[in-house]
């Protein structure tokens, strides 16, 4: 199995270019997030899916969309990236009955000048 | 919602010796406290958990304790080895209507483990 996979690893953008990072999980789990990582500031969740067609907002949305159009795939997208977005962005899965016990990628460090 | 804040920010011992790592949260309801440990330019993986019936829980060098009325935990490693070396967070859940569990992330604690 390989897990929780993201891509890139690493982007450098300008501001206002858009983009999407990408996260596929092969281990049938209900429940995917994105989170992001800052300096100083743990981990923080941005949105979050309970299931294919489902997600909602948590801490940070602003700036970013998600969709969960298959049970594998949790795409992040930044419409227009700004230099506040620059960070390290993890997709973590659970299973509904797993007890919330996350799966992280490897993260993708992204860079917006 | 939940707040989680986790002390020390950093933290050196020498290797042989232990570790502790202290959490405390914010909202009453939450019930499951996972730690995780994050290696340099990996994500991170969990190593103990502890949910809030069960006051203290160990695997090998890890232990982890729960004071829910005093809303504390801590990670206890001992005989520390410098592969302990990393960042570790702990968080808290709180579950949310749709069934799933979003976990709060304190800001992590960087553990050094000199030779």
């Known amino acids: 199995n390989a897990g929780v996979t993201q891509t890139p690893k690493f982007q450098v953008l300008k501001t206002g270019q858009s983009m999407t990072l990408q996260c596929a999980q092969d281990?049938?789990?209900?429940?995917m997030s994105w989170y992001r990582q800052d300096p100083g500031m743990g981990l923080r969740l941005i949105h979050y899916?309970?299931?294919?067609?489902?997600?909602d907002q948590g801490e940070v949305p602003n700036g970013y969309n998600v969709s969960r159009s298959t049970t594998e795939d949790f795409p992040l997208r930044l419409l227009s990236a700004a230099p506040s977005q620059t960070s390290v962005y993890f997709c973590?899965?659970?299973?509904?009955?797993?007890?919330?016990?996350?799966?992280f990628g490897a993260g993708s460090r992204l860079t917006v000048l | 919602g939940e707040n989680v804040e986790q002390h020390p920010s950093t933290l050196s011992v020498q290797e042989g010796d232990s570790a502790v790592i202290k959490c405390t949260y914010s909202?009453?309801?939450?019930?499951?406290f996972p730690w995780y440990k994050q290696e340099l330019g990996k994500g991170p993986q969990l190593i103990i958990d502890?949910?809030?019936?069960?006051g203290e829980k160990k695997d090998q060098r890890i232990a982890v304790t729960l004071n829910k009325t005093a809303k504390h935990f801590s990670l206890h490693i001992t005989e520390t080895q410098p592969e302990d070396s990393a960042v570790y967070f702990c968080?808290?859940?709180?579950?949310?209507?749709?069934?799933?569990?979003?976990?709060?992330f304190g800001k992590g604690t960087k553990l050094s483990v000199i030779p």
């Open positions: 502890i949910r809030s019936n069960v």
């Open positions: 973590a899965s659970s299973s509904s009955s797993g007890a919330n016990v996350l799966t």
């Open positions: 968080a808290a859940s709180i579950s949310s209507g749709a069934g799933s569990y979003q976990l709060t």
């Open positions: 899916s309970v299931g294919a067609g489902i997600t």
């Open positions: 281990m049938n789990h209900e429940y």
């Open positions: 909202d009453s309801a939450s019930n499951y």
